[in-house]
C-alpha cells in the first residue's frame, strides 16, 4: 500500500516528503515534517505511532487493520491532541457507499425475516482473517437485529471481494463489492489526507463522505 500510495500521489496533489518503515519506526525524532501521514503497518505499531504523530501535530491517515480492540482507548488518549484522525478499514470509496447501503439493507430485510450472513476473499498473503472490512460491515449489518455469520477464503491474488447476503425461505438477496486490484484503498487513502488536513478529532470515512 505504502508503494502504491507513493505511485498514485502525484495525480493527488499530494506531496511525499517522507517514507517510514520497520527500520526508523522506533525512532520518531526521524521522522520528516509533514501536514498529514498515512499509515498503513502492523496492528501492534498503531498506538504508538499515533502518540507519535500527536505530539508532532501532524494528523493522521489510519488504514491499518487488527487493532480494533484499542480504538476506544486511542480516542479517549488523542482527544485532546490538536490532530485529526481518520480511521478506516477500508478507503476505498465504493467500499464505504457499501457500507451504507448494506446497513440500510439490514434494516429492511432483518426485520422482514431475513438472515443475514457475509463472505470475503483476499488474496493468500493477507495476514488477518475475517478481514477488517469484513468485521466493519458485520457491526453495521448486526444494527438490523440479527447475529451475522462471517465466512472468508484466502487464496491466489484476490484484491479483495465482499458479499452481504440475506436469505429467506423463498428468495435470497446478495449485495457485492469487487476490488479489481488495490489502488482504490490507496486513492481514497490520498482524497483522506486532503480532507483531515486542518481538522481536529476523530473521524471516519462516513464523515468524509457525508453518509
Given at each position: 500500500m505504502g508503494r502504491m500510495i507513493d505511485a498514485l500521489a502525484d495525480e493527488h496533489?499530494?506531496?511525499?516528503?517522507?517514507?517510514?518503515?520497520?527500520n526508523d519506526a522506533a525512532n520518531p525524532q526521524t521522522w520528516p515534517e509533514a501536514d498529514v501521514a498515512i499509515d498503513f503497518s502492523s496492528p501492534s505499531a498503531v498506538a504508538s505511532t499515533a502518540r507519535a504523530l500527536a505530539d508532532r501535530g501532524i494528523s493522521l491517515v489510519l488504514g491499518t487493520t487488527g487493532w480494533q480492540a484499542e480504538e476506544a482507548a486511542l480516542r479517549r488518549e488523542l482527544a485532546s491532541s490538536p490532530i485529526g484522525v481518520?480511521?478506516?478499514?477500508?478507503?476505498?470509496?465504493?467500499?464505504?457507499?457499501?457500507?451504507a447501503i448494506a446497513e440500510r439493507s439490514a434494516e429492511l430485510l432483518v426485520q422482514r425475516g431475513f438472515a443475514p450472513w457475509i463472505h470475503e476473499a483476499h488474496h493468500s498473503a493477507k495476514k488477518d482473517?475475517?478481514?477488517?472490512?469484513?468485521?466493519?460491515?458485520?457491526?453495521?449489518?448486526?444494527?438490523?437485529?440479527?447475529?451475522?455469520?462471517?465466512?472468508?477464503t484466502r487464496a491466489g491474488h484476490i484484491p479483495g471481494t465482499h458479499t452481504v447476503g440475506f436469505d429467506s425461505p423463498a428468495e435470497m438477496i446478495t449485495l457485492t463489492h469487487a476490488a479489481r486490484d488495490r489502488s482504490a484503498f490507496a486513492r481514497g487513502a490520498l482524497v483522506a489526507a486532503h480532507w483531515i488536513r486542518g481538522r481536529r478529532g476523530w473521524f471516519s470515512m462516513k464523515d468524509l463522505l457525508d453518509l
Open positions: 496533489d499530494v506531496d511525499v516528503v517522507g517514507r517510514v518503515t520497520s481518520i480511521a478506516a478499514p477500508n478507503f476505498a470509496i465504493g467500499v464505504n457507499v457499501f457500507f482473517a475475517p478481514s477488517g472490512t469484513a468485521l466493519a460491515l458485520q457491526r453495521l449489518v448486526e444494527t438490523g437485529g440479527a447475529p451475522v455469520d462471517v465466512s472468508s
